[in-house]
T-cell receptor
């Protein structure tokens, strides 16, 4: 059965304190792995798509990486505005159009 | 460019009542879908559509109906609301049915008493 597990569930960082969020997955044939950001009371907002092991993508203070078993979202020198819930989702070759979402990591960055 | 628009934002129903959650997108997207988000769980797919006139079930379709008469609109109908349907509902769309990023609406928070 396809599984997506995110850790930690919650993370509190000081402004400027870099860290990483983890998304481990077990799927039958990965078509794509997605990262989304969700602010309270809003819908998820797309950040990155990764397709194959070894791939990396960057956007401002965020960098996403992918291996055959997991993905990391690295946050460098975070700011309070980076506070949000970060969601990981995978699209598997045997799941049609469905995305399998993890439960998310709630990130709080304090000044 | 409005993107994906959902209405209403909040709704309270009594058990057994029916209602329709509205979703519209103005991006000419082929693929539209409905997810529900519950505390401690990931987003789960309810129904989806790959084009006008074509719909299919997702992971948790029971108690919900959908239709897609136009490219723009994809309403979700609750036939007889149950407390287990208390959740936040998100409509999402993408340009095609490939490995595409989803654009999400702002959600509808539904409480069934």
């Amino acid at each position: 059965e396809d599984q997506v597990t995110q850790s930690p569930e919650a993370l509190r960082l000081q402004e400027g304190e870099s860290s990483s969020l983890n998304c481990s997955y077990t799927v039958s044939g990965l078509r794509g792995l997605f990262w989304y950001r969700q602010d309270p009371g809003k819908g998820p907002e797309f950040l990155f798509t990764l397709y194959s092991a070894g791939e990396e993508k960057e956007k401002e203070r965020l960098k996403a990486t992918l291996t055959k078993k997991e993905s990391f979202l690295h946050i460098t020198a975070p700011k309070p505005e980076d506070s949000a819930t970060y969601l990981c989702a995978v699209q598997a070759s045997n799941s049609g159009y469905a995305l399998n979402f993890g439960k998310g990591t709630s990130l709080l960055v304090t000044p | 460019n409005a993107g994906v628009t959902q209405t209403p934002k909040f709704q309270v129903l009594k058990t057994g009542q029916s209602m329709t959650l509205q979703c519209a997108q103005d991006m000419n997207h082929e693929y539209m879908s409905w997810y529900r988000q519950d505390p401690g769980m990931g987003l789960r797919l309810i129904h989806y559509s790959v084009g006008a006139g074509i719909t299919d079930q997702g992971e948790v379709p029971n108690g919900y109906n959908v239709s897609r008469s136009t490219t723009e609109d994809f309403p979700l109908r609750l036939l007889s609301a149950a407390p287990s349907q208390t959740s936040v509902y998100f409509c999402a769309s993408s340009y095609s049915t490939g490995i595409e990023k989803l654009f999400f609406g702002s959600g509808t928070q539904l409480s069934v008493l």
